[in-house]
């Protein structure tokens, strides 16, 4: 196994920096900027990971300079501890402290809109009720906002958050002033529905503006940081693959277990059927099969025998094997694999929110405004009591609720909707890569075959097919093998007599006694072979008498040639990528469709990798699915991940897009889905920005009250949320 993905550059130092306090992608090109800005540093900041990957030179710069640079800015830096840590994850932390100041906000918000927007319920004194109420949201929900938007104006810069706090601070500050400075605080007070503003009459009141901002804002948040928190788990799922304990050879011929995380090169350990091979090593003694799918990805176990080597975490499926440790620790195959996938996630750029790129342009330009405005009115009426309405009206009428839904509402209906399909869209930054993609990496087992050996072809010589299927399933019937398996469900139906002296011989065969005569099951010669390409071939012998040959093989799903022309379809270049050798998957591509141009076969998951690091190289986007441990970090890597569901939850949790359904016609559907959710997420920013920036001329001509300002506000959000609705008739293929 090669080395990560992406190297550490020579004479460089190698560093991820753990990061806290980012809200946005703006957060982390700014972290970005501040670390490449110091000598002998190159970084690249991950937002969805919350990491920094950092190369540096460390005769110029220390670790603890770079987590200064970073504090320098207002955001958390840590550098990771080799030991594992008590403290709950960063996550989870910023995930509960979310939840709770939704509720808040949901919980005091509602009364405050109700009051606000309906005069039958304004009693004697609601006003001074929509205070209470509204000021714990303003300030304590609204918190986060507020911070980010401080640090934000120390950097001269702005984003979203910028703006919600603007809002928020301008809705509430105007409704403050009111209550305590004008007759709007008067008990008895009901509040004019008027769409024309009325200068001087300063008994509108917008803390339903502040409230419903936060929480709207706040919902958008906590689901978007909920799709993040799993970022890690491939990572830990891959790790959690390995064994816990090894049962280590004395000297006198005992053995004693301990942790498999002490073993030292040189070891020497048990490992019994149905087990976990320790760490990696080289077999002393035994011969057994082992299941090697963690790193080739294919069904069919490997014969070993002493001098073999092993891999760790791979399966022992029968025979007793003694082991020698080669390599332990950080130096195991499955350990590189773990950096094999790290490195691709840290590699990817940082995915830049187009609501962010927006309100990096739209905000500074609204606050300019706003104070134009105000300035203009105190000019031409002399009185701040009248000019305040106006500049308060531009920004209200900016306040993001639209902005806010926009994302969240999308995507919520749209992964609904990919649920019922069977399709796991993990986050709103995935749906950017669908619209570009133009090649499909196709794993070969368990994606576009069945993962299942199955009998294809019996050639009977001299005997009928039944009979010959009689004595082979004979023979397997008591092997754990899956090509033994395949043999024995092919023979079902048929009465099977039962096998004695019966005797495995390793990467050979089996041989038994069956009714009286001398049975022999084992691989074909070449000849024999040659006439069923791409598949596996066993021969079967009677009394040292040939009698017909059995051909065995992956079988490819039934649905994975129309699931291949779709993409063709949808613009995308179909490419088979298999550790199995050539003639097989040469065989499976001319079945489903893919030219033999598109055929990489014979490649580990390191050089899966290096296939997908190739073709992004050509200029390809590409999307890539799989469904094993040995294509996780190809996943990773790919600009689209797309996991099979029923492969293991480390390649799920590597990738982009998750496949319920172990059905190739699912990927097709999760691409069409998303980058349907993606036009709708990209209309509703438009017109989330349109209604306000239509409406802000007419605001600062004092033409537009701050109510009508709302009214628009609210509009927009449900025209927002009306268009994410159309998602839930999404049908497949249409």
Known sequence: MSTPVIPTPPGLDQLDLELTGMTCAACANRIEK?????????????????????????????????????????????????????????????????????????????????????????????????????????????????????????????????????????????????????????????????????????????????????????????????????????????????????????PDGTERTVAASSLRVGDRFVVRPGERIATDGEVEDGTSAVDMSLVTGESVPVDVAPGSAVTGATINTNGRLVVRATRVGKDTALAQMARLVEAAQSGKAPVQRLADRVAGVFVPIVIVLAFATLGFWFARTNSLTEAIGPAVAVLIIACPCALGLATPTALLVGTGRGAQLG??????????????????????????????????????????????????????????????????????????????EFAALTGVGATGTVDGHAVWVGRASDEQAAAHPGHTVIAVRVDDRHVGTIAVADTVKPTSAAAIERFRRLGLRPVLLTGDNQATATAVAAEVGVAPVDVIAGVLPDQKVAEVVRLQGEGRVVAMVGDGVNDAAALAQADLGIAMGSGTDVAIEASDLTLVRSDLTAAADAIQLSRRTLGVIKGNLFWAFAYNVAAIPLAMAWMLSPVVASAAMAFSSVFVVSNSLRLRRFRPGH
């Not at 019996?458 to 010959?468: K, N, T």
């Open 34 to 250: 501040k670390l490449n800005r110091l000598d002998g540093v190159t970084a690249t900041v991950n937002y969805a990971t919350e990491k920094a990957n950092v190369h540096f030179d460390a005769a110029t710069v220390s670790p603890e300079q770079l987590v200064a640079a970073v504090e320098s800015i207002g955001y958390g830096a840590a550098i990771p501890s080799p030991e594992p840590s008590d403290e709950p994850d960063a996550a989870d932390v910023r995930l509960a402290d979310l939840r709770r100041r939704l509720v808040v906000a949901m919980a005091l918000g509602i009364p405050v809109l109700l009051l606000s927007m309906i005069p039958a319920l304004q009693f004697r004194g609601w006003q001074w009720l929509c205070l209470v109420l509204s000021t714990p949201v303003a300030v304590w929900s609204a918190a986060p906002f507020h911070r980010v938007a401080w640090k934000n104006a120390k950097q001269a810069e702005a984003n979203m958050d910028t703006l919600v706090s603007v809002g928020v601070i301008a809705a509430y500050g105007w409704s403050l002033y009111a209550l305590l400075a004008t007759p709007a605080g008067e008990l008895g007070m009901e509040m004019p529905m008027s769409l024309v503003p009325a200068r001087g009459d300063s008994h509108h009141l917008y803390f339903e503006v502040a409230s419903t901002t936060v929480a709207l804002i706040l919902a958008g948040r906590y689901f978007e940081v909920k799709a993040k928190r799993r970022a890690g788990g491939a990572l830990k799922a891959l790790l959690a693959l390995g064994a816990d304990t090894a049962n280590v050879l004395q």
């Open 423 to 500: 399709i796991l869209i993990k986050g709103p930054e995935i749906l950017e890569s669908t619209r570009k993609v133009d090649t499909i990496v196709l794993d070969k087992t368990g994606t576009v075959t069945t993962g299942t050996m199955n009998v294809v072809g019996v050639q009977p010589e001299g005997v009928d097919r039944d009979e010959l299927l009689r004595w082979a399933a004979a023979v397997e019937q008591g092997s754990e093998h899956p090509i033994a398996k395949a043999v024995v469900r092919a023979a079902d139906g048929i009465d099977v007599p039962a096998v004695t």
